[in-house]
C-alpha cells in the first residue's frame, strides 16, 4: 500500500535557483548602466510630476525571444530616441514574463530555449545580460514584473515596470510594486474597467509589510515606504477600446475620486486595437490629439513594435522562426514605428510652436 504524502504530492522537483546576489556578482551592474538606468527613472518620474512636458512613448516587442533581434531592435531605436529626445521620451519594451489566459509560453525566463525545458536559471541570465546591454548603449529599459521573485534579479536594470491586467488585482503584486525603486504602470483589468487599477494605485502608494525574499535569496519579511510614481495604464478590455476622451474622463474621475495621480498612460495595443496590430496607429493617434487639445494628464503611450511586422506561432521547432517577429502578440514593423514617431514629433512640435507665441 502506498505511503499516503501530507504535502508535496504534485510536485515532481524542486531545484535549488541562484541567489540574485549571485548572479548579481556573475553580471556586475557596469557604472554605464546604472547611469542610464538612473538618469531614465528621473527623467519618467519628471515626466510624471509635469516637471517635464514631453510625451513618453514605451516601445518595443510585446516579448523577447530572441536576445539577438532585440539588440538589433535597440540598435535601431536608440538613434530614434536621440533625435526625437526633446520632445519624446522613448523607453524600450523588454519584456521576458508573459502572464497566460490559460497556457502557453510564459517568456524567456521560464523558457528561454522555447521548447518547454523550462531552464529558468538560464533565462535570468539571459534576461539580465540583454537589460544590462541594451541599458549600457544608453537606451532605457521597460518591463512586466509578474513573478514577485524576479525583480530580485533584473531591477536595477529597469526604468519603468508594468503590472498587466490579469495581476492588477492581485493584493501580492500590489505589495511588490509599493517596494520597487522605479515608476510603476498598473493596467486597468482585463473587463477594461480602470477602477481595479485606480485601487492598485492607491495600495502601491502606501507603506506595506508582505513576504518575499532578500538579495541572499533568504525568505524575509519586506516592509516598504510606498511608491509614489505609480500611475494608471489604459488598454481596454472585453468592453471595448478605452483611448477615446470619454473613458479617459471616467478615469481622470476615478483617480480624482481616490486622491490618486491623474497620470494616464495608454497601451495602443491589446484591447485598445481588438489584437490587430495594424489599428494600434488609430489609438495612438486620438491619444496624441488629445494630448494636443489641452489633456496633459495623458503623459504617455504603449506601442507594440518589432522588427518586422505580425506575429508567427512557435510551433515544435524554434530554428524555423522567422527573425524579428514576434511570436506572442502581433507588432507594428521598425518603419512604421519611424512613421508614427516622427509624426507625433512634428505635431509636438508644432504643439510647442503655437504656445511660445
Known amino acids: 500500500m502506498a505511503t499516503s504524502q501530507a504535502k508535496d504530492v504534485n510536485v515532481m522537483s524542486n531545484t535549488a535557483l541562484i541567489r540574485p546576489s549571485e548572479l548579481e556578482s556573475r553580471i556586475p551592474l557596469s557604472s554605464a548602466a546604472k547611469d542610464t538606468v538612473l538618469e531614465g527613472r528621473r527623467q519618467l518620474e519628471a515626466v510624471l510630476n509635469h ?3 514631453r510625451f513618453a512613448v514605451i516601445v518595443g516587442p510585446c516579448s ?5 533581434a532585440a539588440l538589433d531592435y535597440a540598435e ?6 536621440d ?7 522613448i523607453v524600450m519594451r523588454v519584456y ?10 510564459k517568456g524567456l525566463i521560464y523558457d528561454p530555449n522555447l521548447n518547454d525545458s523550462y531552464e529558468i536559471e538560464d533565462g535570468l541570465h539571459r534576461a539580465r545580460r ?4 541594451i541599458s549600457e548603449a544608453g537606451l532605457y529599459s521597460a518591463t512586466e514584473f509578474l513573478d514577485p521573485i524576479v525583480p530580485q534579479y533584473v531591477a536595477d536594470l529597469v526604468t519603468w515596470a508594468a503590472i498587466g491586467a490579469r495581476t492588477t488585482e492581485s493584493q501580492i503584486h500590489r505589495q511588490m510594486a509599493s517596494g520597487l525603486s522605479m515608476p510603476v504602470g498598473f493596467k486597468n483589468g482585463t473587463d477594461g474597467d480602470p477602477q481595479t487599477a485606480v485601487d492598485a494605485l492607491v495600495a502601491a502608494r502606501t507603506p506595506q509589510a508582505f513576504l518575499g525574499i532578500d538579495h541572499d535569496g533568504q525568505a524575509s519579511i519586506v516592509e516598504t515606504r510606498g511608491n509614489e510614481n505609480c500611475h494608471l495604464v489604459m488598454r481596454g478590455g472585453r468592453s471595448g477600446t478605452n483611448f477615446d476622451a470619454r473613458s479617459i474622463a471616467v478615469a481622470q474621475d476615478a483617480l480624482n475620486k481616490s486622491d490618486a495621480p491623474l497620470n494616464i498612460v495608454v497601451d495602443c495595443s491589446h484591447g485598445n486595437s481588438n489584437k490587430d496590430h495594424t489599428r494600434q496607429h488609430i489609438a495612438f493617434e486620438d491619444v496624441l490629439s488629445q494630448r494636443l487639445g489641452g489633456n496633459k494628464n495623458l503623459v504617455g503611450v504603449m506601442l507594440e513594435s518589432n522588427i518586422n511586422a505580425g506575429a508567427q506561432k512557435l510551433g515544435s521547432d524554434p530554428a524555423s522562426l522567422e527573425y ?13 514605428t519611424v512613421e508614427l ?3 507625433a514629433y512634428d505635431k509636438l512640435g508644432h504643439e510647442a510652436a503655437v504656445g511660445a507665441h
Open 76 to 81: 535601431r531605436l536608440k538613434p530614434l530616441a
Open 130 to 133: 540583454l537589460l544590462m546591454g
Open 51 to 53: 516637471q517635464d512636458e
Open 96 to 105: 521576458f514574463e508573459k502572464p497566460r489566459t490559460t497556457v502557453g509560453w
Open 324 to 336: 524579428g517577429i514576434s511570436i506572442t502578440d502581433s507588432c507594428i514593423g521598425w518603419d512604421d
Open 341 to 343: 514617431l516622427e509624426g
Open 64 to 68: 523577447i525571444h530572441d536576445s539577438e
Open 83 to 89: 533625435r526625437l529626445s526633446d520632445r519624446i521620451m
